[in-house]
């Protein structure tokens, strides 16, 4: 047998099983004789796990029989050999035992012969429960949705098909059938894939590699912060970083100004600097500027004395500074605060000091003023919207808390300590599957931490089944994708993976025409396959 020098080994391995051959004749581009490829050759690929590599790398001059993987006994008795104990001579055993994908063997009439170790850890199945039991007993028994060997039996083709597995994994077959010299079926080779595997090898490419690497995630989280009631997620070293740099301004009183945009956890990093200051045991009050209209903030602020505008309390009011004395007052969105009250500000800040509304005594006060903006207070200042001695007096010390998308690793370990905080509330056991977790992380998340505690509460919620996936996303969040990801950019694994599962849907509905068929050949149920076919907008 012939074959060209740039083919994989692993195609060469198809080869050899086709021919029965134990040494292939390696050609150039012109068809020249240029070496041997021998079970050797191919013995010393697989210890080097080069299965993609091309076979030129382990030509041969000459061809040792002697050492030949094959027994030669085998070789000469082949005729009167059958089929079975030709396969499962022992050193091929060894081959296809060193193989990463998974191999799956049948023979003609759909009983397996052979189940490979890989398989054993893609599937979590034990192969000894299926050696020469038939395919349709293995259907029966749940243990697979649907048997790639009985369709190639049945097409007389290779088949390639999704399968689900009892333990809702979902795998990538690839049936082929193998020739006797006669033409007949003799075995079918499945090669086993699972996909998640693949999508978390992209994961791993990415640099999402809190996903792939637990022991990471869990060192990362095991330094959680449990703070009087203050549940922080530390879901990356450099969010640790952000909540050891706030640890240490928090043992000083110098005031601090939290920038970043909406809901990334600024107000939470400044109840935490309360709770490790010394001032832990007073109050932590908080007012949003940007939440209560300008002439509020002034009475809210620094309180009144009794009547002293229309409509005032006739007994006066405390303002937040002096409610907050000996604590934390912590002002968010300051960019919002009016000019004239910046000033007054300005004089608490620097000498600890303010009026009530309406009096003219000076009160004193000892209150430590931690600020946030998601606006850009430098740029305000610029603009003359913000005064430049507030802003260098207020901050001191500045933290920036960066915006979820630029910190994508830690999305997938924040989704799942979330669904698990919610799976509690809701006593549930939500589980959101791989596909999903990847479509999440390309999300993104204009409303931070708060919007990703929002989805995650209401899929918990909504959700009837206990698997999320894609389809049970909110039609924006899918939109949002699309969006992004129409620009004729490279396509993400993710993505090849869903055009693979539009086409095959398509494909499989050519043929069979009807949903439900569709839905037992590829081994899903058939409102799943309604609900793809809506998406990719095809009519039934
Ligand atoms: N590291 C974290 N661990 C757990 N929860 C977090 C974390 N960071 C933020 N959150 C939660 O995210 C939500 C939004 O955080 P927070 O209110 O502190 O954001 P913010 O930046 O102050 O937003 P805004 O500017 O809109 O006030 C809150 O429920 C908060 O508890």
Known sequence: MRVKKNISVEEAIVHFNKQRADVLEVTDEANKFVGYFTLDSLQIAIQKGDLAGEIENYVANDVHLSSSIIDEDVIRNEKVMNEYEYLLNKNYLKILNSLHDGVYITDQHGFTVFVNRAYERITGLNANEFIGVHMNEIINKGYISKSISLEVIKQKKPVTMMQKIINDRKIIVTGTPIYSSE?????????????????????????LHYWSNSDEVNSALQSDININELELYVSSPETKKLFELAERVAKTDVKVLLQGETGVGKSLIARFIHEKSDRNKEVFLELNCGAIPANLIEAELFGYEPGAFTGASKYGKKGLLEQADGGTLFLDEIGDLPLELQVKLLKVVEENRYMRIGSTVVQEVDVRILSASHKDLKKLVRNGKFREDLFYRLNIVPIHVPPLRNRKQEIIPLLQRFLERFNEKYNANKRFTIECL?????????????????????????????????????????????????????????????QFENNLIKETLTKYKTTRKVAEALGVSQSSIVQKLKRINVDQ
């Open 183 to 207: 033409g007949n079926i003799i075995f079918i080779i499945n090669s086993v894939r699972d996909i998640t595997e693949l999508l978390k090898l992209k994961h791993e490419l990415d640099g």
């Open 438 to 498: 990847e479509y999440l992380t390309k999300h993104s998340w204009p409303g931070n931490i708060r919007e990703l505690i929002n989805i995650v509460e209401r899929l918990v919620v909504t959700t009837i089944e206990d698997e999320i996936t894609i389809y049970h996303l909110p039609e924006e969040y899918r939109n949002v994708f699309l969006a992004n990801n129409h620009n004729g950019e490279e396509m993400t694994l993710k993505e090849a993976v869903e």
